[in-house]
């Protein structure tokens, strides 16, 4: 009868690891919301920026863009991800980790690739390639082919969770493409549905591809207002309030749709069954097709660097680029993996905290780039805080308050596979928070790994928060390349591409080798 009362002295644990944890999220999150509203409301003339119809043509144009883009990526991802899920073909592992590499990437980067391979002089160009290339068309296709793995891989995810007698009873009542059309794809809904919200709100934040490809959208008028001739942050902050609408209507749709749904949906993923569809040769086809789409501008890439000499001359225009690069995505995605154990925790299990907090993350993860990068440099770039505004620790800032909902969803969703009675016995014998929680990380010890490898993989990527807000001297690479593109070597450009390509992948590789089955297992 003594044993459970050992807890008691130690709830401090929990109070301060959760206290610390929320702490990290609301400083990273609140305070850019407070400033940018801050910002709008005590702006002099908030409504000039719309009096125009230019203001609302960029932004209706930039939302039917994003939605063509989703529309697409579903249309597309969701059967390729059920495809991949539930068939069996040869070299199928290896053509869904091409198919997804691009994903890894910042959409600017494969879409130099896509200009030196069809642009007026690339390798497969000509002046109509180039003309489709450069239009609202070409935009629409480079994005939806870097988004695309996004939905194909949480649709497969969701897939392999669905209930096995479900699936089978429909197998056998109507065969396998039903049973992908009215059991599988159900199922996996909430994780389609999360998917569909990612791309639109990636596609909707991109800035280096329409830039690049002379196409006006929304988020380019924002970021002109913080940077430039054209430096206004009052009027960037009041460009800012019509997706602050858009952003309350994704996290309802979000919330409503997908949630903690979509974490138990996407905690299921590992399951092993037998193929729903026989093989086809197709199959194999399509697959290669997939893989084929997202490795071409990366093979693009190096290529060009390699033609045109632009590895051999990249040392003298990188400088500390690299070395930024991985300073703050590995601080901002180790920030992120401990708050998201905490969290994750907290939300498996349905606590107050995590329930609370969860929202509010995905809310700043569905923000646009433009709403946070405002927010952040109203918030930190004053004399107290220019410790930190003028060094890395405003990447890491940025980083963690835009990508930490994925650290803590990644850990949410395994820990919520584990049965609620392993964390029921741990506290009948009187176990504290610590010993709970390092219990469930050692039922689910790939999750932090998944976590921290999601995190980084996301702030190496990031290019429309960085290039608002890097320090001088502090530029990552990503911003490098972005600002280099207009006046650098091509080869030179390509080479550090390139090499951003080879430093994603090489994390990414280090963190499937972590969360591979192991052999038996």
Known sequence: MGRPLIAAPRRWQ?????????????????????????????????????????TWGLLLRSLALSGVVTVLALGVGVPLGILFARAQFPFQGILLAAH??????????????WFHLFGREGYLGGPASAQILFSELGCVLALTGCFLPAVTALTAIGARGVDASLEEAARIAGGPWRAAAFVVAPSAAPAIVLAGVIVFVLAFSELGTPMFLRVDVYPALVFSRLGGMDFAPGEAAALALPLVALTAALAWFEQRLAGRRAIAALGGGLRARAPLFAFRPWMLGVGLVAAIVSIAPIATLLFHGALNGGFAEAPRWIGDAPVNTLLASSLAAALMTAVGVVLGFSLAHGHATGRWLDPMAALAFILPA??????????????????????????????????????TRTIAAAM???PRSLDDAARTIGAGYLARLWLHLGMAPRSMFGAFALALVFSLRDLETAVLLYPPGGEPLTARIFTLEANGPPGVVSALAGLHVLITFAAASVGWLLLRPRSGA
């Open 14 to 54: 929990a109070q301060v690891f959760v206290t610390g944890a929320a702490a990290v999220v609301l400083v990273a999150v609140v305070p850019p919301l407070v400033a940018t509203f801050g910002q709008i409301t005590d702006a002099k003339d908030m409504f000039a920026p719309f009096a125009t119809g230019q």
């Open 100 to 113: 997804l590499s691009v994903f890894f990437l910042s959409p600017f980067l494969p879409t130099l690739g």
């Open 370 to 407: 433009a709403i946070l990068g405002v927010g952040i440099a109203f918030a930190w770039n004053h004399a107290a805080t220019n410790w930190l505004y003028s060094s890395v620790g405003i990447l890491v800032v940025a980083y963690v308050a835009r990508y930490s909902v994925l650290a």
């Open 416 to 418: 919520a596979q584990l």
